[in-house]
């Protein structure tokens, strides 16, 4: 039963918190509008980013039926809530028993509004209908999720810089070696997977048998893996360890994994050092292809954001959860050719495990760092896509989530 809503004037009354709707409404259907089947004119008040059902407000009922082409002038108020926010108002017919129009697919007039010190602000008028507004709602959302990780990180950079700063600081202050176990802690640990793999295990990689062979393509792989356990294997409990913040509704909870990604990404860095350290002392210099590094940084960064973000937000309503990463997470190192050649696994296994993101990135550092090559095009433009993917995907569980999460912490 479509309307015309012609000549539409909305005002703010002078006491600031009520809007003053006037307009002509056509009937632009071919059914009359009878006054005995409860044909009026009313509105109903939505919030926009929940689209939830606030209250309904009076129904002006017209002084005489309407035919088919006739119009009348109607005068409506629309009074809006004290509370500070942003409001939609639905102005529709409704009629027995059709109920309101606008839920049966007509047009309807959408008034937008900002509430803000007890006074209202008119932001848009238009003419709508609940499929149009639902199309451009999904569009925002999808814009939205697209754009919010990286907006996220961009308005908190200086909280995120302090509190990677604070907590790269704070691992080990107070011990004897302070700042110098930055480097001792990853050098003591490849030192630890060298001499039970290399040492003990014997194993060795075909391109290069010797014991030094070894320990570079060894520590190669281990370079993207170190940041990325980090990272993941603290991620289900970020929440629950600050959760005074997450009770602060002004904080930006969503800064805590990506902290935590950052902090795994400077104790790569300081590995980094180490690993080429050991490369010059061996083989005397470092190779160009050692510039492709951000290439396979930034995929991994994102695959570490995006997965930090989703075991953040569900390590709130499955407490266990840290204790079955750390199970899963000991099981894709094992799965991931890091301390043995990949040329020693079945070829339908390494069919498989060629789709772990962690594979891709193992073999693009040993690439570029190693044996002078450009990392393979293929699986690289396969990985940046499913990192965006991830990361994307993260967020918007995470956000899905956020508002429930200081009920159940």
Not at 23 to 46: H, I, P, V
Not at 80 to 95: A, F, I, K
Request: with cysteine; glycine share 6%.
């Amino acid at each position: 039963m479509p309307a015309a809503y012609e000549q539409p004037r909305v005002t703010v009354e002078p006491e600031g918190r009520a809007l003053r709707v006037r307009l002509r409404l056509k009937n632009a259907s071919r059914k009359a509008w009878r006054r005995a089947e409860g044909f009026c004119l009313g509105w109903q008040l939505f919030d926009p980013k929940t689209a939830l059902f606030i209250r309904e407000g009076e129904w002006a009922a017209m002084e005489t039926d309407l035919e088919p082409e006739q119009s009348a002038v109607v005068d409506l108020l629309v009074e809006l809530p004290p509370e500070r926010g942003h409001y939609h108002v639905y102005l529709s017919p409704r009629s027995e028993p059709e109920g309101w129009h606008y839920r049966t697919g007509a047009a309807f007039l959408l008034i937008a509004a900002l509430v803000e010190e007890g006074r209202a602000r008119l932001l848009d008028t238009r003419v709508t209908t609940v499929a149009r507004l639902h199309r451009q709602n999904r569009w925002r959302s999808f814009q939205g999720a697209l754009t919010l990780p990286a907006l996220t990180i961009w308005r908190h950079r200086g909280l995120i810089r302090s509190m990677v700063r604070r907590d790269i600081a704070g691992r080990y202050r107070g011990s004897l070696g302070d700042v110098l176990w930055t480097f001792l802690h990853p050098l003591l640990l490849m030192l630890t997977y060298f001499f039970v793999f290399g040492v003990v295990l014997q194993a060795r990689f075909g391109a290069d048998p010797s014991r030094s062979g070894f320990a570079l393509y060894f520590l190669a792989g281990l370079l993207p893996w170190l940041p990325f356990q980090e990272a993941l294997g603290r991620a289900p409990t970020v929440l629950l360890e600050h959760r005074n913040f997450v009770k602060k509704m002004v904080f930006p909870v969503e800064t805590l994994p990506v902290h935590q990604a950052l902090a795994g990404l400077v104790t790569e860095a300081f590995a980094l050092v180490v690993f080429l350290a050991f490369l010059v002392a061996l083989r005397g210099a470092l190779p160009v292809t050692a510039l492709w590094l951000p290439v396979l940084l930034v995929p991994q960064l994102l695959f570490t954001l995006g997965a930090g973000w989703f075991l953040a937000a569900l390590g709130v309503f499955v407490r266990d959860l840290g204790h079955i990463i750390g199970f899963l997470l000991t099981l894709w190192f094992f799965l991931t050719p890091i301390c043995y050649p990949e040329a020693s696994l079945p070829a339908p296994a390494l069919e498989v495990l060629r789709k772990n993101p962690m594979y891709v990135l193992v073999r693009g550092y040993r690439a570029i760092l190693l044996e002078g090559q450009a990392p393979s095009f293929e699986p690289l433009w396969k990985l940046w896509l499913v990192a965006l993917l991830v990361c994307v995907l993260g967020h918007a569980f995470f956000y899905k989530l956020r508002r429930s999460f200081a009920d159940v912490i």
